[in-house]
């Protein structure tokens, strides 16, 4: 059960190309389970093109309501609410309600209403190379994405560990925060899409931060490394300094584009470009960083 | 009985630290122009963009118009169309003041170059349990909703900071009155004057932190009085971005034209309409390639406010940290044609017609 490797694809800066080179990367892995992280912005799906086998209800946190035919507007809510959710006239707003149950709790005439409900699906697949996939879709502008992150994860391990598959690899959110390192937590490997702007460079020292406050092996990918040499330089520089493996490079690809609406990946499109050919090595390498650990 | 969840801790002194490495040191401080004589503000119609409800929980009794830059999917240009906006708004002599919500990944200040000029600490209630008195009860770890609290048999209850959202709770629930509270830094807030005189806030989540609304909220109670706030969203379409949308008078979501950008931009638009916040389109690296984002345009009756050419420089000058309309003035009246649709849509007069 302990034998499964998880890896993890983060970028910090979204938009670098995350999903295309977990995309790839998949279809070049064979023996495998696919879980895709960004639950609020779930893309994975549209490449892999699965067949959905079950759906799971996700429950969100709890959200207070208030009974306003029973209240006898002492105004106990509004004092203990540190949210500023709490209207004058008792009404709740569900945008700033953090689910803490603070007036739940210290109503004195028990009019709080204080309960879950559905908030987004996971998806148990089978993808078009015919291995599992799991993806999740959180309601629009709901909480706890760190939460059905976890839920991802735990159904593609199971899944992993009842068909003795030993690798998961899980497309991550972007950013550094709750989601990120629901995604991050426990993993083996981390491997960081970058790509070389301003932007690009400033957050990933905070997301090799992140990975390496997690104690994952650390590997980074320069993505349309042309569009700024020098930048895709110090990149390689920084990464070898702070004891990532530096896995490559993948050139600026127009391609990728129709290889999104073609619904498959640059491996498809364009078996024999530069791109293809440096996603092949660094799926060679991360076989290695696998069978090193 | 204090109300708010976290204060601002103790103002730090002032300067630039930018990551142990130092690898952007280049892009710190650049001077900042004189002042320019500035417009009068927005008309008080500006205040009735959203009327259907009262906004009593905002700070907002000024004449400021919020503008949310969001987009869902990560990486389409929200930073790009956002300075480029404020630079332009400035330039027409509004006053602008930019908040980067995007505390995970801040950008902004890369390309606006503020000098900073004040740093302050971002901290959140956590309790901490007095031993003398507590009688191992269990109540406040019973009724924590975040498992921040853990109670064990015969010692006092452990306390997880990390998972804590500080609602007090524990505190209330209490029987021997044995919780009191302490501050947690979860990141700190820069504030400076950038290009432009633009007036600059970002936050900056710790690394390792987890709860990125708090420190949302405030960079958005920095909003200055009675001027433009130009506010970068984070990406994704949970609660960061509803935390940040939430009081927007105005959403402009910026979207790419592939299957990626319009299935995330769908999510971030259902957000904005769950939330009656009136919303505008930037098509951002346009190819006029894909159908498929024309005709949910049609199918939904959005608003087009601007389109941006695919353009290898753009890349390669925001790769840099350049402002495009000044790197490449050609694309100038590509905001412009943004501030005037952002007028149209909204009813009021951002920039009095003046370029």
Known sequence: ????????????????????????????????????????????????????????????????????????????????????????????DHRQCEGCGACYFLCPAGVVDFSSSYAGSCYICRDKYSAPLVYAELLPGEENSGKLVAMVRNEARSLAEKSGTPLVIVDGPPGIGCPVISSMTGVHVAVVVTEPTISGVHDLERIIDLAQFFKCKTAVVVNKGDVNPDYCKRIEEYSTTKGCTFLGVIPYEPRITEAQIRATTILDVAPDSPTSEIIRVIHKKLLTILEEL | MPVRVWDAGREEEAGWAEGPSGLLKNASALSVEKDRPTREVLPASSKNVRSAEPRWYGRRQDRSMNIVIASGKGGTGKTTIAVNLAYFLARSGQVVQYLDCDVEE??????????????????????????????????????????????????????????????????????????????????????????????????????????????????????????????????????????????????????????????????????????????????????????????????????????????????????????????????????????????????????????
């Open chain 1, 1 to 92: 059960m302990n034998n499964i490797k998880e890896i993890v694809v983060v970028s910090g800066k979204g938009g670098t190309g995350k999903t295309s080179v977990v995309g790839a990367l998949a279809s070049l892995l064979t023996n495998r389970v696919a879980a895709d992280c960004d639950v609020d912005a779930a893309n994975l799906h549209m490449i892999l093109n699965p067949v959905v086998i079950e759906e799971k209800a996700f429950i969100g946190g709890k959200k207070a309501t208030i009974d306003l035919s029973r209240c006898t507007g002492c105004g106990t809510c509004r004092e203990v609410c540190r949210f500023q959710a709490i209207s004058e006239g008792y009404v709740v």
């Open chain 2, 106 to 355: 801040p950008n902004g200040h890369l390309f606006l170059k503020p000098r900073i000029e004040s740093q302050v600490s971002a901290t959140v209630m956590v309790p901490t349990i007095v031993e003398k008195k507590c009688n191992f009860c269990g109540e406040c770890s019973t009724k924590c909703q975040y498992n921040a609290l853990v109670s064990l048999p015969g010692i006092p209850p452990l306390v997880f900071p990390g998972l804590c959202h500080g609602c007090g709770l524990c505190i209330h629930v209490c029987p021997e009155n044995a919780i009191a509270e302490d501050k947690r830094k979860i990141g700190r807030l820069e504030k400076g004057v950038g290009l432009e005189n633009i007036s600059c806030v970002h936050g900056v989540l710790n690394v390792g932190e987890a709860m990125a609304v708090p420190l949302i909220r405030k960079v958005k109670d920095c909003g200055l009085d009675n001027c433009v706030h130009i506010i970068d969203a984070p990406p994704g379409t949970a609660c960061p971005l509803v935390a940040t949308i939430g009081d927007a008078d105005l959403a402009i979501m910026v979207t790419e034209p592939t299957p990626f950008g319009l299935h995330d931009l769908s999510i971030a638009v259902s957000v904005a309409e769950k939330l009656s916040i009136p919303l505008g389109l930037v098509i951002n690296r346009d190819t006029n390639h894909f159908p498929p984002l024309e005709r949910y345009i049609e199918k939904h009756s959005l608003d087009v406010f601007t389109r941006i050419p695919e353009d290898r420089r753009i890349a390669e000058h925001y790769s840099k940290g350049d402002i495009i309309i000044s790197a490449l003035p050609e694309y100038t009246s590509r905001i412009h044609d943004l501030v005037s649709s952002m007028e149209r849509v909204s009813g009021t007069t951002i920039i009095g017609g003046a370029v």
